[in-house]
């Protein structure tokens, strides 16, 4: 659930606290515009974020859409991974090089070398914000395999639209049979080239938002791997 709490880190005595939970730590930008974002946003039919006001999906938004969240809302499961896709998005276009091991019990078998370039239409900040949207997009995606030699030049093409009910475009280059082929968008949770490793699991959850029905269950404490500054409270 995204609320205020008491804020984590190491106290000057030592003592360990609770992870961070209040938004002093995300990009003032961020902040802002979530603080104007309240109660400006609702779900639409098929779960897509609209204006409360108009019902149509905005072209742009900045922020948490859903700043302050009621656990007895039906549609608070929703709403909290609407928030959770915007604050991804807000980190903006990136490239991202990756070596994608895939290892037994005793060694290293065998070693992906990928290059993944990602492009967002929504959600980035003011300054990173397309002048133009022509296809009505939210995120494209290429991821290129650089090695080894048998998967070389091998090439993964996504676009995402803002559209609710229509399906992400997917298409693959396959350097073996030098052809181009469209895919299912389905197969988002299947291993990447033989690996154990899929496209959802760069960023946790990377699916339609609009294509699952959400229920908040519930709230519980868990364990969560941070690094040093998080701890600190200094992360940025």
């Known amino acids: 659930m995204f609320r205020a709490g008491r804020d984590g880190g190491v106290g000057k005595d030592g003592a360990r606290r609770g992870y961070p939970t209040r938004f002093d730590h995300l990009a003032t930008d961020f902040r802002t515009a979530s603080k104007e974002n309240e109660g400006k946003y609702a779900l639409g039919a098929a779960g897509e ?3 409360a006001k108009t019902g149509r999906q905005p072209s742009y938004l900045l922020g948490f859409p859903f700043p302050t969240i009621d656990p007895s809302d039906p549609a608070a499961g ?3 991974v609407w928030n959770y896709i915007y604050r991804a998005w807000y980190d903006g276009n990136l490239r991202a090089q990756t070596q994608l091991d895939m290892m037994n019990r005793e060694k290293l078998e065998r070693r992906l070398d990928v ?4 492009f967002y239409y ?3 900040a003011e300054r990173e914000r397309p002048a133009e949207n022509p296809r009505d997009l939210t995120v494209q995606s290429m991821t290129v395999v650089e ?3 048998d998967v070389h030049g091998t090439i993964a093409l996504s676009w995402r639209y803002r559209d609710p009910a229509r399906r992400d475009s997917s298409w693959t280059y396959v350097p073996a049979i030098r052809r181009v082929r469209q895919i299912s968008p389905a197969n988002r949770s299947d291993g990447f080239l033989g690996s154990d490793m899929s ?5 946790f ?3 339609k938002v609009e294509d699952f029905d959400w229920k908040l269950a519930g709230e519980t404490k868990h364990l969560r791997v941070v690094d040093p500054l998080n701890l600190r ?4």
């Not at 290059?115 to 990602?118: A, E, H, I, M, P």
């Not at 496209?199 to 960023?203: A, E, K, L, R």
């Not at 409270?233 to 940025?236: I, K, P, V």
């Open 49 to 51: 974020v609209v204006d």
């Open 78 to 80: 929703s709403k909290i």
């Open 115 to 118: 290059d993944v370039r990602f």
């Open 122 to 124: 929504n959600g980035v």
């Open 147 to 149: 090695s080894p030699a």
């Open 199 to 203: 496209q959802d699991d760069g960023p």
């Open 205 to 207: 959850f990377d699916g």
């Open 233 to 236: 409270g200094e992360a940025t």
